[in-house]
């Protein structure tokens, strides 16, 4: 739909209050409507919805619009993430101590390990005999056919980094000149510029060596803005833009 403003000045201070919108824009002076932060956030909604869509394409194995593949979960990861009943009992997990294996399966497992842990005592410290028990009672069932919980839960297809989904959630954008405010996000509007990100648990886009957690950025590592993102964000600095003139010329920036 069609907009229009109507302005009552001359053309002289019309030409004055346009002159001034750069300086306004780039955080030069004054700004008493907040006319640059209505083209900030319409750029910072516009980079958090580029983000997340990426997220999504990345969490499920894929390369994001921003050119990152991101490294698959372990086995043992994915075997830790939370299950729904239906899950356990398709897979006949139970709530035992040992919840993969069948009632026969853990009274033979329960059998081996007496028995072998009898004879480790002989020989060693009870803290060690249970430990070699142990893994000569699993050796057995799992040669009898019986399946641990890492061999039945480590290959599900889960998404990364969305076990909770606190971090995602932190992400989403928000519409138009309105963000989310969404727990964990970062929304900035300093002079000149936009700043998104998220407090949620940071180590995830860096990575940390130390504990073997490899990165898994949610944009570019080097600050760059990505090709596949300038579209959208220019059309949402343009739409501010336009904004920020309707305002110029019907209220005057000077």
């Known amino acids: 739909m069609a907009q229009q403003v109507v302005y009552y000045g001359t053309p002289g201070e019309a030409r004055r209050h346009l002159m001034t919108l750069p300086d306004i824009l780039a955080g030069k002076v004054a700004d008493p409507y907040g006319v640059a932060r209505a083209v900030q956030v319409r750029c910072g909604v516009a980079l958090l919805s580029e983000i997340q869509r990426a997220f999504i394409t990345k969490s499920r194995g894929g390369v994001g619009s921003d050119g990152i593949k991101w490294e698959p979960l372990k086995p043992q990861t994915i075997a830790r993430r939370r299950t729904t009943r239906a899950e356990r009992r398709q897979l006949g997990i139970s709530r035992g101590r040992r919840p993969s294996l069948t009632p026969d ?150």
């Open 105 to 254: 399966q853990d009274r033979r497992w329960r059998q081996v390990f007496a028995r072998t842990y009898r004879r480790m005592l002989i020989d060693l410290e009870p803290k060690d005999a249970k430990r070699r028990a142990a893994k000569i009672a699993w050796a057995t069932v799992k040669a009898e056919g019986a399946r641990t919980q890492l061999e039945l839960l480590g290959s599900r297809q889960v998404d990364m980094l969305r076990d909770t989904g606190l971090l995602f959630r932190s992400l989403s954008p928000g519409v138009d000149d309105q963000p989310s405010g969404a727990e964990g996000q970062i929304f900035k509007t300093p002079p000149g510029a936009v700043i998104v990100g998220t407090n949620v648990k940071p180590w995830h886009h860096t990575g940390d060596p130390a504990k073997k957690l490899p990165a898994r950025p949610f944009w570019p590592l080097d600050g760059t803005l990505p090709d596949a993102w300038k579209n959208s964000i220019n059309r949402a600095a343009a739409t501010g833009v336009l904004f920020a003139l309707r305002l110029a010329l019907s209220r005057g920036l000077a």
